[in-house]
């Protein structure tokens, strides 16, 4: 809640009054808050005011911190914040190099996404479903089916399991190229690993052969979701 993270700014306001300085745990869950709320202008002046303490953030908060500047469309800021967390020794890990990668995708930078992955690769972290899963679906927003398929590719190549997010932006793709048949092949594969379609699975296929005029095929989807 907004104002719990408003009392808990105002108890480190007095900590500092009194010459106690507050920890980086107490940093870091304050970040956390604001950054969930998203209040970036003043995460990023507490930040400034913790590394001038000579504190860090450990790696979670770095990622969540690195999420906030995306959402706040500052990726600026947020190469230049995740270049400083590897120059300071602080392994940021998948779940930092996913934010990022993240960010490269948002903003349609797909060779970015892919070399940062690469880059993580190098330095023996490797991805995960949700580093693919971001990527594909990058690929599927920029109209590039061809892109997603060899991540698909690779990832199940490099025995990372697609899940339900995979293979709902393949659908997507699919239904965007018009290839409805595809799409089916690509539900029925996902039905085969033992995976149940979601809502926004069915909804995107449904949606797809509607917008190319079968309805039957729609109505019957629509149906299967109804189970």
């Given at each position: 809640?907004?104002?719990?993270?408003?009392?808990?700014?105002?108890?480190?306001?007095?900590?500092?009054?009194?010459?106690?300085?507050?920890?980086?745990?107490?940093?870091?869950?304050?970040?956390?808050?604001?950054?969930?709320?998203?209040?970036?202008?003043?995460?990023?002046?507490?930040?400034?005011?913790?590394?001038?303490?000579?504190?860090?953030?450990?790696a979670y908060n770095?990622?969540?911190?690195?999420?906030?500047?995306?959402?706040?469309?500052?990726?600026?800021?947020?190469?230049?914040?995740?270049?400083?967390?590897?120059?300071?020794?602080?392994?940021?890990?998948?779940?930092?190099?996913?934010?990022?990668?993240?960010?490269?995708?948002?903003?349609?930078?797909?060779?970015?996404?892919?070399?940062?992955?690469?880059?993580?690769?190098?330095?023996?972290?490797?991805?995960?479903?949700?580093?693919?899963?971001?990527?594909?679906?990058?690929?599927?927003?920029?109209?590039?089916?061809?892109?997603?398929?060899?991540?698909?590719?690779?990832?199940?190549?490099?025995?990372c399991t697609p899940?339900?997010?995979?293979?709902?932006?393949?659908?997507?793709?699919?239904?965007?190229?018009?290839?409805?048949?595809?799409?089916?092949?690509?539900?029925?594969?996902?039905?085969?690993?033992?995976?149940?379609?979601?809502?926004?699975?069915?909804?995107?296929?449904?949606?797809?052969?509607?917008?190319?005029?079968?309805?039957?095929?729609?109505?019957?989807?629509?149906?299967?979701?109804?189970?």
């Amino acid at each position: 809640v907004s104002g719990e993270i408003d009392v808990a700014l105002s108890i480190r306001d007095k900590m500092i009054q009194r010459g106690v300085l507050p920890d980086a745990g107490i940093y870091n869950v304050l970040m956390n808050g604001l950054c969930k709320k998203g209040r970036f202008a003043d995460t990023k002046q507490l930040l400034a005011e913790m590394l001038g303490h000579k504190l860090l953030p450990d790696a979670y908060n770095y990622a969540t911190l690195v999420d906030g500047f995306i959402r706040d469309g500052d990726l600026d800021g947020a190469k230049k914040l995740f270049k400083k967390i590897i120059k300071t020794g602080v392994n940021p890990g998948v779940v930092g190099y996913n934010a990022l990668i993240k960010g490269f995708c948002k903003f349609g930078l797909m060779k970015d996404a892919v070399s940062w992955m690469n880059i993580m690769m190098e330095r023996n972290i490797f991805p995960d479903e949700f580093t693919y899963s971001t990527i594909i679906d990058g690929y599927i927003k920029q109209h590039y089916l061809v892109g997603a398929l060899v991540m698909l590719g690779n990832m199940i190549k490099r025995n990372c399991t697609p899940n339900v997010v995979t293979y709902t932006s393949l659908i997507n793709g699919f239904c965007r190229n018009g290839d409805l048949a595809g799409a089916e092949k690509i539900l029925r594969e996902m039905q085969l690993s033992g995976l149940m379609p979601n809502v926004v699975t069915y909804t995107t296929i449904i949606g797809g052969f509607c917008t190319v005029g079968n309805l039957a095929k729609g109505a019957f989807f629509f149906d299967q979701m109804l189970i």
